[in-house]
Nanobody, 124 residues
Framework: QVQLVEAGGGSVQAGGSLRLSCAASGNTASVNCMAWFRQAPGKAREGVARWRLRFGSSAIADSVRDRFTVSRDNASNTLYLQLNPVKPEDAATYYC?????????????????WGQGTQVIVSS
């Protein structure tokens, strides 16, 4: 099992920036993919970005591709998500997830381990 702890959420003005982090611990050797999802109240969970560890390749959802960046620090097993600029529609709880799938996408059902989430509040 892998433990995931997100951090970096909070209140931000529209147009500002925010950096979320996700620290993985436990059986990290089993992880082949990490991803960010988000869920706003009353809306479905949405895949935002993923990182395939074996290839060091990443992908961002079309809806945020021009504003979000995903990166990973291998030494610390930490995944990051940079939001810049933030828009009001980015307000949500952001979750980090880990999967054993090598060629992962952004389907939530392939992710076994999930963090508790970090909330992003956007003021306009």
């Amino acid at each position: 099992q892998v433990q995931l702890v997100e951090a970096g959420g909070g209140s931000v003005q529209a147009g500002g920036s925010l950096r979320l982090s996700c620290a993985a611990s436990g059986n990290t050797a089993s992880v082949n993919c990490m991803a960010w999802f988000r869920q706003a109240p009353g809306k479905a969970r949405e895949g935002v970005a993923r990182w395939r560890l074996r290839f060091g390749s990443s992908a961002i959802a079309d809806s945020v591709r021009d504003r979000f960046t995903v990166s990973r620090d291998n030494a610390s097993n930490t995944l990051y998500l940079q939001l810049n600029p933030v828009k009001p529609e980015d307000a949500a709880t952001y979750y980090c997830a880990a999967s054993t799938y090598v060629n992962c996408g952004l389907s939530a059902n392939i992710f076994r381990d999930w963090g508790q989430g970090t909330q992003v509040i956007v003021s306009s």
